[in-house]
């Protein structure tokens, strides 16, 4: 068991309010495309698949799978959720 003085530079780093925010939203964001490729698998659709079926490129599908993908339109996130057979549910992660 460590001491408190003996953090692990992890546990130092995700104190700092602006660290633990871009940690934070990489994460969801890393969570997201693994979802969608984990989705697909179990779906067994290929990239192409799922673009033809939700009306986007396949460039954009693979940016997705990737994490690469900036500036996702609302309406293409959506679509592709509906595809694989889920809708947007918004879930609240402040504390109230």
Not at 30 to 59: K, Y
Not at 77 to 90: A, D, I, R, T, Y
Request: charged content about 25%; hydrophobic content about 35%.
């Amino acid at each position: 068991m460590r001491m408190n003085n003996n953090k692990s530079t992890f546990d130092r780093m995700i104190e700092d309010p602006k660290w633990k925010a871009d940690f934070d939203k990489g994460y969801e964001e890393f969570l997201l495309s693994e979802f969608i490729c984990e989705q697909m698998e179990s779906n067994g659709m290929t990239v192409r698949d799922l673009a033809h079926r939700a009306g986007v490129s396949p460039t954009t599908i693979q940016n997705m799978r990737s994490g690469n993908a900036d500036n996702v339109k609302l309406k293409t996130l959506l679509s592709v959720l509906h595809e694989l057979g889920f809708k947007l549910n918004p879930v609240s992660y402040r504390a109230h």
